[in-house]
Structures are given as C-alpha cells and as structure tokens.
C-alpha cells in the first residue's frame, strides 16, 4: 500500500527552513514542475482518465511548493482507490511499483521531487507507459461514480468529482 513518511527537521532560523528529505535507498531524483493547473498525465480527447504505473520504480514524492493531489489505483489493495494531498512541505508520499497514479496541481502550480527508487531492469521507457482508463474495464470502473468513492488523505472534506 502507499505511505506517507514524515521528515526530519534539523531547525529553523528566521527566514529558513532546514530539512533532511533523504530517502535511502533512491537512486534517481525527478524534479515535476506544473505551471498552472495541470494535470499528469492529462485526459484524453474523449475525457477518460490517464494513469501512470512503474512496473519496476518506486516513487517518493515531495511537494517543494504548491500543492497536488494524487489518484492512487491499485487492485491488489483491499480498498483499490485513494486520492491523497500533497501540500508543500509536507509528506513524502510513497507509491509502490504497479500502481496506477496521476496528479493535479494546484491553481498555481506545483514543485514536485520525486526520489525514485528503480530496480535493476527499469527503463525510461518502461517506466513512463501512459495507461487510458477508457481501455481498461476494471480501472474505469473503480475510478468512475458507479463504485465507492475514493479514501480520502491528508485534505479536508471536499465534493468528489470523478470521471462517470
């Protein structure tokens, strides 16, 4: 299942912040900018919803500034579908290998570091497949309105939105 991890904090001082954000085990850094109101990966043309899923990489994701909110499908979970919010500063989230996941940034944006953990077959291409839920069944189902609405972490109570 996904995870958040907080970090340590070494100190403040009037105008800084001082934070040791180090994942262990990461052998690649991805640094995610969205300008605006962005959403990745974006929709297809006839409005289903895209995925991501890394087959052989973990991600770590850190919000530096701005804020995101991520999908999070993974059949193999009791419960398959999250939505998690990602603030600046906040958490590291935590996406295991074979989740389905996309984000949407904030009005203003957002600055996202990803400490990536991949294995030793991982390949960009690999890695970065995009996935149309349109054309497949099982992950329509479980993000559109006609099943259980998602579980909810790390934002107030909002109205749900989903693809129908």
């Given at each position: ?6 970090y ?5 001082t ?25 959403i ?12 991501y ?55 203003n ?48 109570e ?7």
């Amino acid at each position: 299942m996904f995870e958040l991890i907080s970090y340590e904090k070494f100190r403040n001082t009037p105008g800084v912040k001082f934070f040791d954000i180090t994942i262990a085990t990461s052998n690649a850094r991805d640094l995610v900018i969205h300008d605006g109101p962005a959403i990745s990966p974006n929709n297809t043309e006839d409005n289903h919803w895209q995925f991501y899923l890394h087959p052989h990489q973990e991600d770590n994701l850190l919000a530096l500034s701005g804020g995101r909110t991520f999908y999070l499908v993974n059949f193999e979970w009791e419960y398959p579908f999250h939505m998690v919010r990602l603030e600046g500063n906040g958490d590291i989230l935590r996406i295991p290998p074979g989740t389905f996941h996309r984000s949407v940034s904030d009005p203003n944006g957002s600055v996202v570091l990803n400490q990536a953990v991949r294995d030793e077959v991982a390949t960009l291409e690999g890695e970065f497949r995009v996935y149309n839920s349109g054309t497949i069944p099982r992950l329509h189902h479980i993000t559109s309105q006609a099943t259980l609405p998602p579980m909810m972490h790390g934002f107030p109570e909002i109205e749900l939105r989903r693809v129908a």
